[in-house]
Nanobody
């Protein structure tokens, strides 16, 4: 059974940081590119970042420099470090697995999804 379980969300102040984790099981983690996407209240799904099995990372242009994605293949876990958080970063953050590098930027093509973790940025 495939599972992607996110954790680490919560309430943060503007300028603060959070580290999201996503534990994967039930599929060959090393064969998939991993992505993070988010959905803010009342808005559509937005791709955030992706990391290929070899470690190459890609980011949405608007978020580059504040968010850092990484993966630990030994633990089948992908992380998203959120820095200098802004109120507009408030969203549900989803972890997902994509079969190919070309799919990383396209959430509708993802193979597996987590249930999401809420991030709220507020003073």
């Amino acid at each position: 059974q495939v599972q992607l379980v996110e954790s680490g969300g919560g309430l943060a102040q503007p300028g603060g940081s959070l580290r999201l984790s996503c534990a994967a099981s039930g599929f060959t983690f090393s064969s998939y590119a991993m992505s993070w996407a988010r959905q803010a209240p009342g808005k559509g799904l937005e791709w955030v970042s992706g990391i290929y099995s070899g470690g190459t990372t890609v980011y949405a242009d608007s978020l580059k420099g504040r968010f850092i994605i990484s993966r630990d293949s030994a633990k089948n876990t992908v992380f998203l470090q959120l820095n200098n958080l802004k109120p507009e970063d408030t969203a549900v953050y989803y972890c997902a697995a994509a079969q190919t590098m070309a799919m990383v930027r396209s959430p509708p093509l993802y193979s597996y999804w987590g249930q999401g973790t809420q991030v709220t940025v507020s003073a």
